[in-house]
């Protein structure tokens, strides 16, 4: 079934075109001569050809099916030739094979709705499958890549999409067997490996702070370094308690004076106990302190050095294993320390018998030792991934991936058991859809075997001529073609062919007995249940009364099957500009009914183009005589050529049908002035021209001027002639508001 029709760029129809959508399994598109009927239906019959090329026909599920058109176009192009393609239908079928035949069609037509259920279902659990991908795939996005786009860009290469990085995590999710490390684990790898091939590193040198250590944990500091006790002049040393002022003050000693009283009192023995006092077990002790505090001091400065250049390379490096700023900290800690340190050994070189005490350092020493032998152990195993770089790499992107899946576990196990639970539903749906194929198929063949040997060209041949002479065609029939098989010929009675000599009316019935014969069956054995679509445009024209009505009960047996969803036909499109004809085929029950496969649309033929107006399940046409006012009302522009034409039929129908004058040129006389009365047949001279002769439209057609003053006495001939209530009823003028206004 033809779901919608787009036509633009041909004919009346411009490069926005009209789409007529919805369409419905009986659809009426009325429209005034010119209007683009035609245009439409030369398009479903002959879609391909290249000024069409932008219009365009909408399938329902995108299953096009034959379209068998009737209109101007397939008149001219089968009776206009001597052989015409013979039509195969049923007719040699008993009586029981015609209605097991139609057992199962209605079977058929009964599992097409089948296989078109499955099918909807089928797509309902496919768009819920789309939605739950979706879904995940969105979540993945915002929750995984974009947070970790930047720390983990080596792992996420050629995964830039949505799309690339869900099926990436869905791969790693059924295969990734990586050990599990943790975000600032693999984030400390990546400064390593991520970024491009890295450089060894040189181990940071460690440092030796056993001097220091041994110095600081000597007792020299806190012994009192004094002189031999047994020497006469030791008890008055000690009772002062001022060895240390006498031994500084020996360097003074000049002669016998002393450098203390400036006396002469130093004698030799004086000197000999003295010398005896600072004896060389002092002097050694004296001189382990000095030595000590050298000592120290030069360690204390290469410690300090060494921290330095050790500073100055690592804050020169992108890739330090050490924090700095911390470190920095404690090299300031531990410089102010050794200060302090040297501080006291110089007091102890200056005061040997003063007992003083030493901070140790070794806590300071051995954070110092930690923090390096660390940073080491890391430069070691940054050393061990350099050289083993390319395995490194994949192993990283492995465990990048290893983490991520952990972390969307919860996300993924979920659509994967939603993806489950539907995908069976949708499983078990598609076997039972593979059962009615096969079930549409078996029944296809059974129907196919059926028909085999009961149709043939000659029952279609049987019945035109049958109606024929039912409707009075006596002068001319139907028959076998003797020059081609399966081919007819119309002949007059004495066996001479009509070839052109037919009337319009005679052409226009048998060729649309001819189509009938066709929608029942084909132009092969093949074809004759094959399904197909039906456009019929204006199939009534040069018709008298009594053949239109045998053509609309033709049409309306193929319109009451599409309702029922009986038979091949699956949709009836029916163009008309004959409101008889349309009411013929859309009034059901003798009156205008609302129904669910209906649909009606209006084609309009504006100056310029053509424009389309849908009006759902509701039958818009009444009569002819309403719709020729409704276009004289609206006030969209039109040709001056239906303006003229809608006048005319109105003036003749109104007065000539219903009113006193047998012909509307009897209708100046009723105005008083001569004026009006020349305006009058003015008038009607210009609607008769303009209904009977198109080249006229190029005097008229650009002066709307003159449209509105011939509107304006059209008006008034109602009004001279009493009938200005009825012109206003017509025109939906509301004589009240009028009356108001004046």
Known sequence: MINSITVKNVASYSADGILLENLKPVSFIYGANGSGKTTISNFLATPKEDKYVDCNIAWEGDQALP???????????????????????????????????????????????????????????????????????????????????????????????????????????????ADLLTKEEILEQAKTIFGGKPQEISLLPLLDFSKLSEIEESDIWNKAIVGKADVPIAQLIGKLNNSDWVDKGQEFIEGEVCPFCQQETVNE??????????????????????SYSNEFKRQSQGILNQLGELQQREKISSDTKIDWEKFETEVELLESRLAESHRVMTDKLKEPSRKLSLTLLT?????????????????????????????????????????????????????????????SVKSKLLDIQKQTIKKGIDLKKEIDDLTAGTTGTEFSELEMNKILVSYGFFSFKVVKSPEENNCYQIQREDGTLVESTLSEGEVTFLTFLYFYQLAKGGHSEESVNERRILVVDDPISSLDSNVLFVVSSLLRKFLEDVRAGKGNINQLLLFTHNSYFHKQMAIVEGRNQEIENTGYWILRKGRKCTTIESHGKKNPISSTYELLWQELKSEEKKSSVMLQNAMRRILEYYFTVFGQF???????????????????????????????????????????????????????????????????LMMEINEEILEDNQ
């Open 67 to 177: 379209a068998y058109v009737y209109n101007k176009e397939f008149r001219e192009q089968n009776f206009f030739k001597s052989n015409i393609p013979g039509v195969f239908t049923l007719g040699k079928a008993s009586a029981e094979q015609m209605k097991l035949l139609e057992e199962k069609k209605i079977e058929i037509t009964s599992l097409r709705e089948t296989a078109k259920e499955e099918k909807r279902r089928l797509k309902g659990f496919e768009d819920q499958l789309d939605s739950e991908y979706e879904r995940l795939k969105e979540t993945l996005w915002d929750s995984y890549y974009k947070p970790n786009k930047t720390n983990f860009s080596d792992a996420f290469k050629g995964c830039g999409t949505k799309e690339s990085f869900k099926a990436r995590l869905l791969k790693e999710f059924k295969s990734n067997s």
């Open 269 to 290: 023995n004086l000197k000999k106990q003295l010398a005896d006092f600072f004896d060389e077990s002092y002097k050694k002790e004296l001189g382990k302190v000095l």
């Open 363 to 423: 806590d300071l020493f051995a954070h110092f030792e930690d923090q390096i032998t660390n940073a080491n152990k890391l430069i070691e195993e940054h050393n061990r991934i350099v050289r083993s770089f390319r395995t490194s790499h994949l192993l990283l992107i492995q465990s990048v991936w290893k983490y991520l899946i952990e972390e969307a576990r919860p996300i993924i196990s979920g659509y994967e058991k939603a993806f489950e639970g539907i995908s």
């Open 662 to 728: 047998s012909n509307i040129k009897n209708l100046p006389p009723k105005f008083k002035s001569l004026e009006e009365q020349l305006i009058c047949k003015s008038l009607i001279s210009w609607v008769h021209g303009g209904s009977h002769d198109i080249a006229d439209e190029i005097h008229v057609s650009g002066h709307d001027d003159s449209e509105q003053r011939y509107k304006d006495v059209f008006r008034s001939i109602f009004e001279v002639n009493g009938q200005l209530g009825h012109y206003n």
